[in-house]
């Protein structure tokens, strides 16, 4: 096995991630080459505020002390605070910024707005000749927003305090800064 050759967990060694979580320019070349040569590369860009809300809530078990209060802040900035020290690949890639998505040979080059998710995805399968069920679609993820995050299910953007937006701001900035390019989302402050 190669430097950076999938092991049999399925994880590429130089990330330690599953290779679905890790970005394709650290992907083994062969294997991307196999996998994404010729096929639509396509990504969901989501505001960060909310893909990190969203985090917390999914993966309560990951914090489990923070859980107890519902502190999201203490728990993404203590992350944060390990991505910026260099610890870029913890927690399976989870906070890794989307734009590393988009980079390398094999990046993603079409874009599935997370704030209109149906209507996104629904643009971008019909200009591929596929069918989409949009009806469906929101069906199933009203059930999966049913009871998520448990006892932290209200928690939003608004939760976070201003320190950590401002921390949020500084390590996803070309992630704003691609929703403002693509969807026009240009405001940073902006807590949905």
Known sequence: ???????SA????????????????????????????????FGLLQNPYTRLVNYFKA??????????TCDINTA?????????????????CAFIPQSEYLTGKYGATELIDARDLSDSLETLMSK?????NKDNFATVLTKRQQGFGGKCQHLSARSFTESSRQ????????????LCQHFLYCDTDELL
Request: aromatic letters at 14%.
């Open 1 to 7: 096995m190669g430097a950076c050759e999938p092991n």
């Open 10 to 41: 399925g994880s590429v060694s130089v990330t330690g991630c599953h290779l679905a979580d890790t970005p394709p320019k650290y992907w083994p070349a062969n294997f991307a080459k196999m996998y994404f040569e010729n096929r639509t590369r």
């Open 59 to 68: 993966h309560l078990h990951l914090f489990e002390q923070e859980h107890e």
């Open 76 to 92: 993404i900035v203590n992350e944060l605070g390990k991505y910026s020290a260099g610890d870029k690949f913890g927690k399976n």
């Open 128 to 132: 591929h000749d596929y069918k989409f």
């Open 167 to 178: 921390t949020i701001k500084n390590v996803y900035h070309n992630d704003f800064a691609l």
